[in-house]
């Protein structure tokens, strides 16, 4: 069950995998009735590889790790874990929803829908909580997906300047939507919760 999503009822009955493959999905919400979960990759390839992610959830799909990573759109093999692709045939893992910078440690996300204002309607926040190493500079932000959940548009930046000119000044969590473009934002490095709302 390592490295899975699982589905159970309230009493942990009835236990079945939804989805494999995922180093450490984190963030998980219904949007529409399709699943979206952000993931975390592998660690030991590099500074610049893999790409940190996010996936529209398909029921029994494999989203590869530790065989596959996902570098920039493309999907390639681990040389490590699947040097001749005997493992897992990378051709046949999704290619994520949206990707982010590696080591940028996607956590907490939320939809907001067309109520919410031309800003932030028919699109996702997600808290990039930061890579270990500040030098690289990935993370500590939050971006925005848009589109609707069908046709994402490239990341972008939301919310920046939680890490400015080598210093943290904190690392975004998770993100709860509270109507009307308004969200509330929690921080676990300066420990506090931000309350977002458009003038």
Not at 47 to 68: F, L, S
Request: a positive charge; proline letters at 5%; one cysteine or more.
């Amino acid at each position: 069950m390592r490295a899975s999503i699982i589905e159970m009822d309230a009493d942990g009955r009835n236990q079945r995998r939804l989805a494999r493959g995922l180093r450490n999905a984190v963030g998980l919400r219904w949007v529409a009735g399709r699943l979206f979960a952000t993931n975390m990759g592998a660690d030991h390839l590099g500074d610049h590889r893999p790409a940190d992610t996010m996936y529209a959830v398909r029921d029994g799909a494999n989203y590869g790790w530790p065989y596959c990573y996902q570098s920039g759109p493309k999907v390639l093999r681990d040389a490590r874990f699947n040097a001749r692709g005997a493992k897992l045939d990378c051709r046949k893992v999704p290619a994520a929803f949206a990707a982010f910078d590696s080591h940028s440690s996607p956590l907490g996300l939320e939809y907001f829908g067309a109520e919410d204002g031309a800003q932030l309607g028919g699109s996702f926040l997600v808290a990039l909580h930061g890579a270990t190493k500040k030098n690289l500079g990935h993370g500590y932000r939050v971006a925005r997906v848009a589109g609707d959940s069908r046709a994402p548009g490239p990341p972008e930046d939301f919310i920046n300047g939680f890490l400015h000119a080598g210093k943290v000044h904190g690392r975004p969590v998770d993100i709860l939507s509270l109507g009307r473009g308004a969200f509330l934002l929690t921080d676990d490095y300066a420990g506090v919760v931000y309350y977002v709302y458009k003038k």
